[in-house]
C-alpha cells in the first residue's frame, strides 16, 4: 500500500536553529515525491519536488530509498518559515497525490 | 493568471441532503482534482476529471461524483450527506501533458458542514 508517514504534529524551534521535518514512505517502485506548504491565510502550494534536486527557501530534501525516506531539512530557521507542512507522493497512477497528516513548524524568536 | 477559485467558501446541510461545489481551474490548466481534508489530517484524493471524464478516484463512494466541462471547471456532488462529510474540500488544477509534474494549484476550499 502507498502511504506517507509524517511522525510529528507540532515541531518548535527558535530562530536560527536548524530544522528536519520527517517523511516516511511506503511504495513499491520509484516514487515521485514532493513537499507542499500552507501558510497562514494561504492556499496549498508546492514547495519541492525531488526530482528537481533544488533548494526551496534554504529547504533542501533528499529521497533516501533505503530508509524510504524524504526529509525536510533547512540549516537556520526563520520565523516566515512557520507554517503547515505537508509530505505527499504521486500515486502508482500517476493521477493522485498521496498526502501525510502535516508537520507544524513554529519558529519564534 | 487567474487562480483556482472554489464556491461557497462555507456551507452547513443536515444529513440526507445533497450538495454541490463548484470550482474554476487556473487559466491553461486541463485537468481538475478534488481533495478532502478532514480535521487534522492531510488531503485525501477524491477523484480527477480530465477532457470531462473521470481520471482516477480515490476510496469513496459512489454517491461522490463530480463533472468538468468544457472550459476545464468543475463541479463535486455529494448525496445523502453523513455526518463524517463535514471536512475542508479542496480542489486543485494542473496542466497534463506528456509527463504528469505532480505540482497542483490548490484553491482554498469550501468548508462543509453536516448537522
Known amino acids: 500500500a502507498q502511504r506517507v508517514t509524517q511522525p510529528e504534529k507540532l515541531l518548535s524551534v527558535f530562530k536560527g536553529a536548524p530544522v528536519e521535518l520527517k517523511c516516511n514512505y511506503s511504495?513499491?517502485?520509484?516514487?515521485?515525491l514532493f513537499w507542499y506548504v500552507q501558510y497562514s491565510r494561504q492556499r496549498l502550494q508546492l514547495l519541492l519536488r525531488?526530482?528537481s534536486r533544488e533548494s526551496i527557501k534554504g529547504f533542501t530534501a533528499d529521497l533516501n530509498k533505503g530508509e524510504t525516506s524524504f526529509h525536510l531539512k533547512k540549516p537556520f530557521a526563520q520565523e516566515e518559515d512557520s507554517a503547515m507542512y505537508y509530505c505527499?507522493?504521486?500515486?502508482?497512477?500517476?493521477?493522485?497525490?498521496?498526502f501525510g497528516k502535516g508537520t507544524t513548524l513554529s519558529v519564534s524568536s | 493568471e487567474t487562480g483556482v477559485t472554489q464556491s461557497p467558501t462555507h456551507l452547513i446541510k443536515t444529513r440526507g441532503q445533497q450538495v454541490t461545489l463548484r470550482c474554476s481551474s487556473q487559466?491553461?490548466?486541463?485537468?481538475v482534482s478534488w481533495y478532502q481534508q478532514a480535521l487534522g489530517q492531510g488531503p485525501q484524493f477524491i477523484f480527477q476529471?480530465?477532457?470531462?471524464?473521470?481520471?482516477g478516484r480515490g476510496n469513496f463512494p459512489p454517491r461522490f461524483s463530480g463533472l468538468q466541462f468544457p472550459n476545464y471547471s468543475s463541479e463535486l456532488n455529494v448525496n445523502a450527506l453523513e455526518l463524517d462529510d463535514s471536512a475542508l474540500y479542496l480542489c486543485?488544477?494542473?496542466?497534463?501533458?506528456?509527463?504528469?509534474?505532480?505540482?497542483?494549484?490548490f484553491g482554498e476550499g469550501s468548508r462543509l458542514t453536516v448537522l
Open positions: 511504495y513499491s517502485g520509484s516514487p515521485e
Open positions: 476529471y480530465y477532457r470531462e471524464e473521470e481520471n
Open positions: 487559466s491553461g490548466h486541463n485537468t
Open positions: 505527499a507522493l504521486t500515486s502508482q497512477a500517476g493521477t493522485a497525490l498521496i
Open positions: 486543485a488544477s494542473s496542466f497534463r501533458g506528456q509527463a504528469n509534474t505532480g505540482e497542483l494549484f
Open positions: 525531488h526530482i
